[in-house]
């Protein structure tokens, strides 16, 4: 019995399957480059012949993709990314109380109580902190992205960088560079800066209490680890599939969901095979006019989302379709 979890980011695809007792037997990181059904399907295919359709036993979606990957998979649950994070932080340790979470394009800080989520917070404006913004500035300063944590530990001194804008944070760098600051000077002062951005943002007014769990790609930072610990004074716990607690999340949920089901909706991994694709369309029925995504199969529509009203988002067609719709 096997429970599969799908995270569509903007960067990238996660994939994870998880066993009875929640561990984690694969796990695929996939960039989603965006076009998120051939990362879906790639992951698929790796997938494919190595597990069975029957062995599946629940199937959730979650991240900004979450719609559709859960018309392409048969999802049992599609839940948004602070109640897949909250969810697998909660299957490690009953005990956490704030997890910390910094993907490819966003953040976001989430507080629980109790087991239970009591508030939260995301950046969606801005890609300052995110891992898109560190991999351009380990490219920039040619250093390995993989490295960059580790540059950090070495410097005996930070330099003070602001960080409150991308834009600003990568002049000032350049700016301490001709000042003749160090590399790992640099890359200490913008992991520190980076954290006060999050700090004063993000997490601004909101009572951060330990156990603290940092998730998210950005988590692979010792640098960044640090930091947030230097900031807080408390430890910051990186878990062992820190970029994937989002698809295991989602797994966690769908299994919840079969239980409470009886049955599962998933359409096994030889989809990854099949001619899928998307259409949009603009919605007459009233003056919201939404503009409304159908998920197409061959030639038939196996799902559709972006509705406000629920019209079209429990509406499956049976019948051939108009692909120039």
Known sequence: MYYLGVDVGSVSTDIVLLDENSQVLEKIYLRTKGNPINAIQEGFRI?????????????????????????????????????????????????????????????????LNDGIVSDFAMNTVCAAGTGSFLDRQAERLDIPIEEFGNYALKATSSVRIAGRCAVFAESDMIHK???????????????????????????????????????????????????????LGTEVIVPEHFNMMGAIGAAII????????????????????????????????????????????????????????????????????????
């Open 177 to 231: 560079q001709q000042l003749g600051y160090n590399q790992a000077e640099i890359i200490r002062g913008l992991c520190d800066a980076l954290v006060r951005n999050y700090l004063n943002n993000i997490a601004k007014g909101k009572q951060i209490k330990a156990k603290i769990l940092f998730q998210g790609g950005v988590a692979a930072n010792i640098g960044m680890k640090k930091a947030f610990e230097n900031a």
């Open 47 to 111: 997938l494919n012949g190595k597990y069975e359709k029957h062995e599946i036993t629940g199937a959730g979606t979650t991240g900004s993709g979450r719609m559709i990957a859960s018309a392409i998979i048969g999802a049992d649950a599609a839940k948004n990314e602070i109640t897949a994070h909250a969810t697998a932080a909660l299957e490690i340790d009953q005990d956490v109380r704030t997890i910390i979470e910094i993907g490819g394009q966003d953040s976001k800080i989430i507080l």
């Open 254 to 325: 769908a299994k919840s969901a079969v239980r409470k089901n009886g049955f599962t909706n998933f359409r096994g991994f030889d989809i990854a095979h099949r001619d899928i694709f998307s259409r949009s369309f603009d919605c007459e029925g009233c003056s919201n006019k939404c503009e409304v995504v159908k998920i197409c199969e061959e030639n038939k529509v196996i799902g559709y989302f972006g509705d406000r009203c629920g019209k079209w988002g429990s509406k499956l067609a049976e019948a051939k379709i108009d692909l120039l719709a």
